[in-house]
Nanobody
Framework: QVQLVESGGGLVQPGGSLRLSCAAS????????ADWYRQAPGKQRELVAR???????TYVDSVKGRFTISRDNAKNTVHLQMNSLKPEDTAVYYC?????????????WGQGTQVTVSS
């Protein structure tokens, strides 16, 4: 059974940094492409960053130049490095990934991790 396990959220002051991680657990699980979404209270879930299998990255305009999505192939983990954080970045962040395991490719969601930017 494949699971996406997220970590790295927390409370940080404006201007600070956090690094979120999304690891795929399970037999022979391999992350192909992955996205990070976020959902703030009362708002719709939005796509923040995308990493394709080929390594192409895209970002929502509000995080360009501040966030970086990357992959650690050795650890089968996707990261979201968040710098210069702003209060409006406060949200629950979710990892979504296409994972290949046991001859099939499926899409999975992580459980979400809270990021709070506040002084």
């Amino acid at each position: 059974q494949v699971q996406l396990v997220e970590s790295g959220g927390g409370l940080v002051q404006p201007g600070g940094s956090l690094r979120l991680s999304c690891a795929a657990s399970g037999s022979s699980a391999l992350i192909y492409g992955a996205d990070w979404y976020r959902q703030a209270p009362g708002k719709q879930r939005e796509l923040v960053a995308r990493l394709t299998r080929g390594g192409t990255t895209t970002y929502v305009d509000s995080v360009k130049g501040r966030f970086t999505i990357s992959r650690d192939n050795a650890k089968n983990t996707v990261h979201l490095q968040m710098n210069s954080l702003k209060p409006e970045d406060t949200a629950v962040y979710y990892c979504n990934a296409d994972v290949f395991s046991d001859t099939s490719l499926r899409n999975y969601w992580g459980q979400g991790t809270q990021v709070t930017v506040s002084s």
